[in-house]
T-cell receptor, first 115, second 116 residues
């Protein structure tokens, strides 16, 4: 079964540095998402992306964050000038085309540790 | 505004006993409802969904869920729990008008412990 893949599985970065988290969604999916989960708790929505633009974003997704789909396969989340509180698991998800009834498919996440 | 609540942080059940993980929702109109499971160091995996029709929906790994419109609930159930069912379970709700699925709302999660 096709999967969403995320790299790296664990990223350690110094506070203030930039980090890029990478995701390869399922190939025929059209909707892409980033979520964050702190300490195995609530899954927090960050941003959704469709047709090469951001569709929705939460209040968490401030100017520090950006997303990009540079080459039609990868979907990246960039965090500029990381802060200690950015330490979390970051999950990418994708979903097939039309209709609100289809579930999202999640990758296994990138654990981001800010030192 | 849409919301979903999972009133129990943790559910403990003995292996072989039935389990229930509770979920209630608030959304205008008829919601789309989902259950996901998360095993340690893994992403969320889709278990089942309610879109329309029969209030009892069946999903993966022997799980089922019952949609109750009057109680605005969508509780996850399994007749006989396994130790391997121990995981974190998330309920999610989506407005059918939101065809992009941009506003899927996840509950806070319920940790299920199944004791041998």
């Amino acid at each position: 079964e096709p999967e969403v893949t995320q790299t790296p599985s664990h990223q350690v970065t110094q506070m203030g540095q930039e980090v890029i988290l990478r995701c390869v969604p399922i190939s025929n999916h059209l909707y892409f998402y980033w979520y964050r989960q702190i300490l195995g708790q609530k899954v927090e929505f960050l941003v959704s992306f469709y047709n090469n633009e951001i569709s929705e974003k939460s209040e968490i997704f401030d100017d520090q964050f950006s997303v990009e789909r540079p080459d039609g396969s990868n979907f990246t989340l960039k965090i500029r000038s990381t802060k200690l509180e950015d330490s979390a698991m970051y999950f990418c998800a994708s979903r097939e085309g039309t209709g609100a009834s289809q579930p999202q498919h999640f990758g296994d996440g990138t654990r981001l540790s800010i030192l | 505004a849409q919301s979903v609540a999972q009133p129990e942080d943790q559910v403990n059940v003995a292996e072989g006993n039935p389990l229930t993980v509770k979920c209630t929702y608030s959304v205008s109109g008829n919601p789309y409802l989902f259950w996901y499971v998360q095993y340690p160091n893994r992403g969320l995996q889709f278990l089942l969904k309610y879109i329309t029709g029969d209030n009892l929906v069946k999903g993966s790994y022997g799980f089922e869920a019952e949609f109750n419109k009057s109680q605005t609930s969508f509780h996850l159930k399994k007749p006989s729990a396994l130790v391997s069912d121990s995981a974190l379970y998330f309920c999610a709700v989506r407005d059918p008008e939101d065809t992009g699925g941009f506003k899927t709302i996840f509950g806070a999660g319920t940790r299920l412990f199944v004791k041998a």
